[in-house]
């Protein structure tokens, strides 16, 4: 073998030993991917500080630091507008890489049942549910009912004799609408926009019933006001002595969860990543505690079981407001 041959033999050695040295050559850096995430990751909260989204979401972001579960923070955006759906188009159009998620709960439904917007559950890529939170019905404190069998037996006597602070079309309203024909009773309404709204209609006396978050009821019991029945699917530790609507015969929960959400066809690394860091996080002590002292219940629910849960209750979200012709009146253009 001549000079030249041999010489262009060992180049070419050399070559394909530069181009299969892992790390090494164009073939190497032009075929690997770099590990899930390369930048920091965007949450999507669509609405203020300080709510109950808002504040998990962050607490969730802090530990994932703190225990350096992830490579990259985790940013919180607010971005409130049209019952967080503004939020929620923001996640759609974004790239659906791991790097833009939404952390939202089941308004969604009620808005996509009750005709508000047209965001459904099969437009994401659902990560997962992490903990969730239920409400209580209320009375005030010097009421005459001790338990809900005495108010449902009072109305069943007395229908239509007791009022419910409610905002049309909410929670509040869709959850004591379902208790109401499950119980064979009948309420009357008197509006009322938000939590503190209730409040002040309850022990005002323009209203006799309210319904309010776990953490808000505690929040409010000093006022003076007392739990008659739980929504959630069990007993929380911090109220543990308000039985469940199911413990008392009637099949009406409601269990908003902390739902994780992403672009349509978000990466599968990427989400099956998200998903193992957001688990890690609830099932912790620190967290898992927070949710407990919070009236807030910490459980995991992987994404394709999160999103066959969410279709059913959309489902009979629908049913609900079918069923009782609610409609949600629309505000005349100016």
Known sequence: MNFLAKTSLMAAGAAAAVAFTPGVGFFAAGDAKAEFPTKPIKIYVGFKPGGRTDLVARLVAKHIKEKNLLSQPLIIVNQPGAAAAKAARSVLKA?????TILHWHHSMLISNAMGVNKLHPNQFTSIGYLGGGSPVWTVREASP??????????????PKSLVEAVPIGTIPHL?????????GFKTRYVGAAGGSDRLAKLLGKHADIALFSAAGYLKMKPNGIKALVFFGPNRVKSIPDI??????????TWANPNWWLGPKNMDKAATKKLASVLKQAILSKELSGWFNTHALDPYWTDGEAALQDSLKV?????????DNNITKKKKKKI
Not at 145 to 158: G, I, Q, R, S
């Open 175 to 183: 959850i004591g609408v379902q208790l109401a024909a499950a119980a």
């Open 95 to 99: 790239k659906p890489d791991g790097h």
């Open 243 to 252: 039985p469940t609507a199911r413990e008392l015969g009637y099949d009406v």
């Open 145 to 158: 009912f001790n338990t809900l069998k005495d108010l449902v037996d009072h109305l069943k006597a007395n």
């Open 314 to 322: 959309l489902a009979k979200l629908q049913n609900v407001v079918r």
